[in-house]
């Protein structure tokens, strides 16, 4: 597909996608891309709360640097964002990592120590883990006995830190998945669902006893989607920011398409589909709607459809968390950033969950002479942070980081980023409560939910999750007109 507008002719059916962020944005384009594969024009709006779409992917493009907002790049291995991007044109725009970020680091008594390759240590991880000065002996050798901890398949959810302190012991969790999963998910391991942020491991206990003989069958990822290194490292990224993805699928869609400052405060069934309510404008009646909103703000907006639903909704929660994105002379840090970053585990307690060396990872980020770092803050284990003031949050970034990279000056420049409520925290027994949303939506043919709250948070997941929304939509809608015309050829008859 070539990079040209896409065009709808008729206002035939009218979906109206709600929230302007890559889900809904994705959501949007592919229902108009299969529109004009298959000839079947469609109406499509996007109502977006904000002065701006893109949700909390934001890139800012300023004194030289190019500091990410929100996310900084995506999972290549999960193939739906750049299949996306290599659609709308964006397929020379893809960088992949830099060679020097292919490891990251942990903090360890306030020093960098080299993190394992892979998600988790399975026989071939070993080895480097015994050479690492990560663990102790003991809780290496705790670690080397997962295989002959007996497996408990009968358990239903349970933490991924019960889960990870039971297998591998405590040093594994604390030293090593504790900080991984507090940097993915910005959560508290204690209550997250280990079935839904480590599906994988707890496949290879259920079929083989033991994570370590899973992945003696199928390799280290066990299943998972394979995170190679080399050729682009495992992250990719735009040369121009994360933002040029959402811009160009904003730009790709139809003028006036998507309508921003149009927060929506409720919705209602009609006899044919949806009302939507916005705060002061009419409201607007669609065929199809797709939710692509954090589940709290679903929920808000579903309370008159369907009580169950939004208290479904409700049930999914939300953690909040700070972008500080700092630069400094290159020569002013005495530590050679020789990696993509660090996580800082819960027991280092630092304020910080972990720092990207944003201008190593990838190119282009920063001038050669100065070094752009991103620092993440908050989550479940530190609520307050979007309440901290700019100043407060640079010195406390700023703070963090001096001692461990050996950082001799202030910033150069500093930008600050909050996303209240961003991220879903995948709490014990998160699959149920999906099931239970999807099963109370399912009642509404003509409404799809998708966004982060359900399938994954990544940027391909999210991309995923609004396709088969509209795929979803797309098949409704085209039953139904194929029933209608049905109807009318058998009255001409
Ligand atoms: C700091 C941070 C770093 C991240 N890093 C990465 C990363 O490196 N890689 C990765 O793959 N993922 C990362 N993620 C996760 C990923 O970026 C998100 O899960 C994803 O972008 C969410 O997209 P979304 O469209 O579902 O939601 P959002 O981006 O939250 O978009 C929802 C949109 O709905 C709008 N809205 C809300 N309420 C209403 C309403 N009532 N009416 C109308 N509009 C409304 C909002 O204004 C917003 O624009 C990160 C997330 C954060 C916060």
Avoid: W
């Amino acid at each position: 597909m070539n990079n040209k507008p896409l065009r709808f002719g008729r206002t035939l059916p009218r979906i109206i996608v709600i929230g302007a962020g890559i889900t809904g944005l994705s959501a949007a384009h592919r229902l108009l891309e299969l529109g004009v594969e298959h000839g079947f024009p469609l109406d499509v709006t996007v109502l977006e709360g904000k002065d701006r779409a893109g949700g909390v992917i934001s890139t800012r493009e300023s004194d030289g640097f190019i500091a990410e907002e929100g996310p900084d790049s995506f999972l290549r291995a999960k193939p739906e964002a750049i299949g996306l991007s290599k659609r709308v044109g964006l397929g020379p725009a893809i960088i992949g990592m830099n060679k020097e970020a292919e490891r990251t680091f942990v903090l360890k008594g306030g020093r960098l120590v080299p993190f394992p390759s892979g998600l988790f240590p399975g026989p071939a991880r070993i080895g480097e883990l015994f050479g690492s000065p990560i663990l102790s002996i003991g809780g290496k050798i705790r670690m080397s006995l997962e295989a002959f901890i007996p497996g408990n398949a009968s358990l239903g959810d349970e933490s991924a830190a019960s889960f990870m302190r039971r297998r591998f012991g405590r040093e594994v969790y604390e030293r090593l998945a504790q900080p991984l999963l507090a940097g993915i998910y910005a959560g508290d391991p204690e209550t997250l669902s280990v079935r839904t942020v480590l599906p994988h491991l707890v496949k290879m206990e259920e079929e083989y006893g033991s994570v370590t003989r899973g992945m003696r069958k199928n390799g280290a990822s066990g299943g998972a989607p394979r995170v190679e290194k080399g050729d682009g490292g495992r992250f990719a990224a735009f040369d121009r920011g994360m933002e040029t993805l959402v811009n160009t699928l904003h730009t790709r869609l139809p003028d006036g398409a998507v309508r921003l400052r149009s927060k929506v405060k409720r919705i209602d069934a009609t006899r044919d589909g949806f009302r939507v309510y916005l705060g002061g404008d009419r409201p607007i009646d669609g065929d199809a709607v797709i939710l692509a909103l954090p589940a709290p703000e679903a929920s808000l907006v579903t309370g008159s459809l369907d009580l169950e639903l939004s208290l479904g909704l409700s049930r999914i929660k939300y953690v909040s968390n700070t972008v500080i994105n700092l630069a400094y002379r290159r020569n002013e840090i005495a530590h050679p950033l020789d990696g993509s970053g660090f996580l800082a585990p819960l027991s280092e307690r630092l304020p910080v969950l972990s720092c990207t060396f944003s201008s190593v990872k990838f190119r282009g980020r920063s001038s050669d002479d100065t070094a752009l770092l991103r620092v993440v803050a908050g989550g479940a284990q530190n609520p307050g942070i979007c309440g901290e003031d700019d100043g407060r949050l640079v010195e406390m970034a700023h703070g963090a980081l001096s001692p461990i990279l050996g950082i001799k000056s202030a910033p150069l420049f500093s930008r600050i980023s909050r996303n209240p409520e961003s991220t879903p925290h995948y709490a014990v027994g998160h699959g149920g409560i999906v099931a239970g949303i999807m099963e109370r939506a399912g009642r509404f043919p003509s409404l799809r939910l998708a966004g982060n709250a359900y399938g994954g948070a990544g940027i391909p997941d999210c991309v995923r999750s609004g396709e088969e929304a509209a795929l979803g939509i797309f098949r409704y809608l085209a039953c139904r007109e194929a029933r209608d015309e049905g109807y009318k050829s058998r009255g001409r008859a």
